[in-house]
């Protein structure tokens, strides 16, 4: 996909193939949510693809998982059977969501926000839950600044870090470190 995003832009090969998408790393993203072994809450699946990480948590029991992908809607609604909703990472750190969550899994997706973005769209997570769950194919981006690390590990090349967020969550009153 590299030579892909190269030719079209991240945006533009999402725009043009999103329909169609699949993670070739299904497998291993499976293999890494049940390795971290979650318990069944509220799951926002940020950049939710064709549903790999959703697949995954129904697997698990998970049964209130929203997805939001601007580019693979279609691609998840066929194999979820949900609507994901249309929102990008600039809308999401422009405050268009709101609704509060238990858990987001970003799966895949992270690592190609531009570094300038990246603080606003971390903070704004932080405001629509208390955990955050990174699947990447490198472990990248840095997001320390508005997350602490619980832990990670690699599953057939395929990182997964588990934050908790770090930030006054307003919501409750109260400080999540």
């Known amino acids: 996909m590299r030579d ?13 193939f999103g329909a169609h998408y699949r993670n070739p790393q299904e ?4 293999e890494a949510l049940k390795q971290l072994n979650p318990k069944p809450c509220r799951v926002l699946d940020l950049a939710c693809g ?11 029991g998970f049964t209130n ?27 999401i750190a422009a405050g268009l969501l709101a609704a509060r969550y238990d858990m987001v899994v970003c799966s895949f997706a992270l690592h190609l926000v531009e570094e300038s973005r990246l603080p606003l769209l971390l903070w704004r997570l932080t405001q629509l839950a208390p955990r955050l769950v990174v699947i990447s194919p490198i472990k990248r981006p840095p997001i320390e600044q508005f ?21 006054l969550n307003r919501s409750f009153g109260i400080l999540i470190s």
């Open 65 to 91: 998982i929203i997805g939001i992908d601007p580019y693979t809607g279609e691609a998840y609604r066929q194999r979820t059977g949900q609507t994901a909703l249309s929102i990008t990472f600039e809308g």
């Open 147 to 167: 997350w602490r690390l619980k832990r990670e590990f690699v599953v057939e090349r395929v990182h997964l870090r588990d934050f908790e967020s770090q930030t």
């Open 50 to 60: 064709s549903g790999e990480a959703t697949l995954a948590l129904r697997n698990l």
């Open 27 to 30: 497998a291993a993203i499976t």
């Open 4 to 16: 892909e995003y190269t030719l079209y832009g991240v945006e533009g090969y999402y725009t043009r």
